[in-house]
């Protein structure tokens, strides 16, 4: 599927085509790489910025998630 860039005012437009599962209002993090290949990525909500308070700790103990505590590779631990 090919689709081309369209000026509209001082910004250039792609258009999405209908098929594509996008919905309107949807808001993408624009990201360009070296090789010019130019990426839409969903931008999410950050779930912890309305409670930054929230302790992942306690929730992992509350929802009995069986951590051992143990480091089974590289993982970034607290």
Same mark, same amino acid.
């Given at each position: 599927?090919? $689709?081309?860039?369209? +000026?509209? #005012?001082?910004?250039?437009? @792609? /258009?999405?085509?209908?098929?594509?599962?996008? &919905?309107?209002?949807?808001?993408?993090? $624009?990201?360009?790489? +070296?090789? #010019?290949?130019?990426?839409? @990525? /969903?931008?999410?909500?950050?779930?912890?910025? &309305?409670?930054?308070?929230?302790?992942?700790?306690?929730?992992?103990?509350?929802?009995?998630?069986?951590?051992?505590?143990?480091?089974?590779?590289?993982?970034?631990?607290?």
């Amino acid at each position: 599927m090919i $689709v081309e860039a369209q +000026k509209q #005012g001082d910004s250039l437009m @792609v /258009p999405i085509p209908a098929g594509v599962d996008v &919905q309107e209002g949807t808001e993408f993090d $624009v990201v360009q790489e +070296k090789s #010019g290949v130019i990426s839409l @990525v /969903p931008v999410h909500e950050n779930i912890f910025a &309305q409670s930054p308070e929230y302790d992942l700790r306690a929730g992992i103990v509350e929802l009995e998630l069986g951590d051992n505590g143990q480091s089974v590779g590289k993982e970034n631990t607290w």
